[in-house]
């Protein structure tokens, strides 16, 4: 089975400063179609899981640009470039390359404003 | 819009079964994309439990494969999770959302596992 590492899992910081969470797999995520299916997720508190990006690097409609993803092979990166209030919340990296049989979560990111 | 609610027991009994139902609005689920549900126990992460395709085609968590059982009924535009012989380690937050792209998520059902 494929495990997705993120880190840190807890990431206070500063209003207006940037924002970096890593997130590693333990495999390989480039699909046989030349695609990575690499998803960012967030959860703001008492709210359900929203997608972010998709694909590595591609953001989902109405999500803000300070939301950037990166990355390639088992190595991906969410940046936040200025955080804001609204950004506290979890995030969670997920891969859907290997599927079936599963789509694996990380095990989430805390992200908190010092 | 696409929407799905979740509906269901907020209650079961330990060895019982949970059932919960999905029902999707805004879009046709035999139009396509497989369905599913994922969980999250109380202040932890995320756990996909399975989906499932218009046609009945089914996958699950090999974790939990030997309880849960997903259906789909397309007449009614909505699918479903059974979970056999739950203990309290099965109380979690239920979501339903449009898998492979998970781009639509239903709100979330707190099931409580507890005599």
């Known amino acids: 089975d494929v495990v997705m590492t993120q880190s840190p899992l807890s990431l206070p910081v500063t209003l207006g400063q940037p924002a970096s969470i890593s997130c590693r797999s333990s495999q390989s995520l480039v699909y046989s179609d030349g695609n990575t299916y690499l998803n960012w997720f967030q959860q703001r508190p008492g709210q359900s899981p929203r997608r972010l990006i998709y694909?590595?690097?591609n953001r989902d409609s109405g999500v803000p640009d300070r939301f950037s993803g990166s990355g390639s092979g088992t190595d991906f990166t969410l940046k936040i470039s200025r955080v804001e209030a609204e950004d506290v919340g979890v995030y969670y990296c997920m891969q859907g390359t290997h599927w079936p049989p599963s789509w694996t979560f990380g095990q989430g990111t805390k992200v908190e404003i010092k | 819009q696409v929407q799905l609610q979740e509906s269901g027991p907020g209650l079961v009994k330990p060895s019982e079964t949970l059932s919960l139902t999905c029902a999707v609005s805004?879009?046709?689920?035999?139009?396509?994309?497989?369905w599913g549900w994922i969980r999250q126990p109380p202040g932890k992460g995320l756990e996909w439990i399975g989906s499932?395709?218009?046609?009945?085609?089914?996958y699950y968590n090999p974790s939990l494969k030997s309880r849960v059982t997903i259906s789909v009924d397309t007449s009614k535009n909505q699918f479903s999770l059974k979970l056999s012989s739950v203990t309290a380690a099965d109380t979690a937050v239920y979501y339903c959302a449009r898998v492979q792209d998970f781009d639509y998520w239903g709100q979330g059902t707190l099931v409580t596992v507890s005599s």
């Open positions: 499932i395709y218009h046609s009945g085609s089914t």
């Open positions: 694909k590595v690097s």
């Open positions: 805004g879009y046709s689920i035999s139009s396509g994309y497989y």
